[in-house]
């Protein structure tokens, strides 16, 4: 069953998908069953990146167009940022995929997309009518587990490492991915979803001042 519905999928019109909410559950949503899909379909035993190329390989035919993981991530849901470590927009500029994106980037979908390992989020289903609720659960779930360990005494943040990676989306500069530049936007943007009134309230008026380290992720494969 689960494989007809996918080949359904080469059929569907995704000029359907006409709102902002229509568009984030349903993309959302493929990524979600095409990395499980993937992880069946090549066998994976300990981690996705001990297959070549996974994210590019594992791809639908949706609507006659091919997408891979990668395109779904950083070329639909990431407005075309491109790829972290590839220059350039995912999709080129006559690329006919590229009137599928999202028109603006919402950060929690880094909440809400699973990429198969153990640091990733817990996987969702996420519905039209819910979509921003379930994104707002979802980051605030994601970020008052192990996403966002908030040291008072200290002064010290430890973030996970979908936060310095994907630093640009949150507000920082590009060089956050290499270590450099300043975090405090990504405290700031993270900050509300913080449910302990304290560690909130914390880091709105100390965000300059703390001391920012990202956890190490673990990319063994999740079992999901």
């Known amino acids: 069953i689960y494989r007809a519905l996918t080949v359904r999928l080469q059929k569907f019109d995704l000029s359907e998908l006409s709102s902002r909410q229509e568009k984030l559950a349903f993309w959302i949503n493929i990524y979600n069953a095409l990395i499980i899909d993937g992880i069946i379909r090549y066998g994976a035993k300990k981690s996705v990146n ?3 190329g996974f994210f590019e390989r594992v791809a639908y035919n949706i609507g006659g167009y091919r997408f891979s993981t990668d395109d779904i991530e950083h070329g639909i849901l990431r407005s075309n940022a491109g790829h972290l470590v590839i220059p350039g927009s995912q999709f080129g500029e006559n690329d006919p995929r590229r009137s599928f994106m999202m028109d ?3 950060f929690r979908i ?14 969702n289903f996420y519905d039209v009518e819910k979509i921003d609720e379930q994104l707002d659960l979802a980051a605030r779930s994601f970020l008052n587990s192990d996403g966002a360990e908030i040291d008072i005494a200290r002064k010290r943040v430890t973030l996970s490492k979908i936060l310095q990676w994907y630093g640009a989306d949150f507000g920082a500069g590009s060089l956050i991915l290499l270590g450099f530049g300043d975090k405090t936007p990504i405290l700031q943007t993270i900050a509300p979803y913080i449910v302990d009134e304290e560690k909130r309230t914390f880091i709105h008026q100390h965000a300059g001042e703390l001391k920012v380290r990202f956890r190490g992720y673990d990319w063994s494969l999740n079992q999901i």
């Open 50 to 52: 001990k297959i070549p």
């Open 104 to 106: 603006t980037l919402d």
């Open 110 to 123: 880094h909440f809400a997309v699973v990429c198969g390992a153990r640091s990733c989020p817990p996987i």
